[in-house]
């Protein structure tokens, strides 16, 4: 048998040469090390966006109780930049008591003051007209304390803005969470 039909690719030796195998194990290394480069940086930020994902989630539903709380106000007392008191109807047996109304029962009026300061924002519940009690956290985390409220009109306000912003894990600013709310029953008081 000759030499060149030994080497003829039709004999059953057909495979890959030394120089071969080494270029491409060399890609192969080089785009598994992309991919463990792409992996370790996912998994080190995975902690900042969970984070991050945790302040928004807990601004959020901070600020739908007080959006809720608004829309059933009456009317606006001593409003400020980081502070806002209303009379709205509560569905307690008393106010600032935790024990709830059958629903059947009529609502009660009471005194809601929210109060921003340092990194948290509290509430109290006290009969009308009274704006101290006992406070409650409600949120935490806040990096704007000093503006979060805004209201309109400016003589007798029926809308209350609300902006909360808390910081970015990342450094890079605050993260913004906004809405605002009117008082639906402020056309009823007499």
């Known amino acids: 048998m000759s030499a060149r039909r030994r080497l003829s690719p039709g004999?059953?030796?057909?495979?890959?040469?030394?120089?071969?195998?080494?270029?491409?194990?060399?890609?192969?290394?080089?785009?598994?090390?992309?991919?463990?480069?792409?992996?370790?940086?996912?998994?080190?930020?995975?902690?900042?966006?969970?984070?991050?994902?945790?302040?928004?989630?807990?601004?959020?539903?901070?600020?739908?109780?007080?959006?809720?709380?608004?829309?059933?106000?009456?009317?606006?007392?001593?409003?400020?930049?980081?502070?806002?008191?209303?009379?709205?109807?509560?569905?307690?047996?008393?106010c600032g008591g935790s024990t709830f109304l059958a629903s059947t029962a009529q609502p009660i009026k009471c005194e809601i003051t929210y109060k921003c300061a340092g990194t948290s924002c509290t509430r109290v519940e006290?009969?009308?007209?009274?704006?101290?009690?006992?406070?409650?956290?409600?949120?935490?985390?806040?990096?704007n304390a000093s503006s979060v409220f805004t209201w309109s009109p400016s003589t007798t306000p029926t809308y209350i803005g609300i902006t909360l912003k808390v910081p970015d894990p990342e450094g890079a600013g605050a993260l913004t969470v906004t809405d605002g709310a009117s008082l639906r029953n402020a056309t009823l008081d007499t």
């Open 11 to 94: 004999n059953g030796e057909a495979g890959f040469t030394l120089i071969e195998l080494l270029v491409a194990m060399t890609m192969g290394l080089v785009v598994m090390g992309g991919v463990l480069i792409l992996l370790m940086g996912a998994m080190r930020s995975q902690p900042r966006l969970e984070e991050q994902a945790t302040n928004i989630a807990t601004a959020r539903v901070a600020l739908e109780r007080m959006t809720r709380e608004i829309r059933n106000g009456i009317r606006v007392d001593n409003p400020t930049a980081s502070s806002i008191s209303f009379e709205a109807y509560v569905r307690h047996a008393a």
């Open 126 to 143: 006290a009969s009308p007209s009274v704006y101290t009690g006992t406070a409650q956290t409600i949120f935490s985390g806040l990096s």
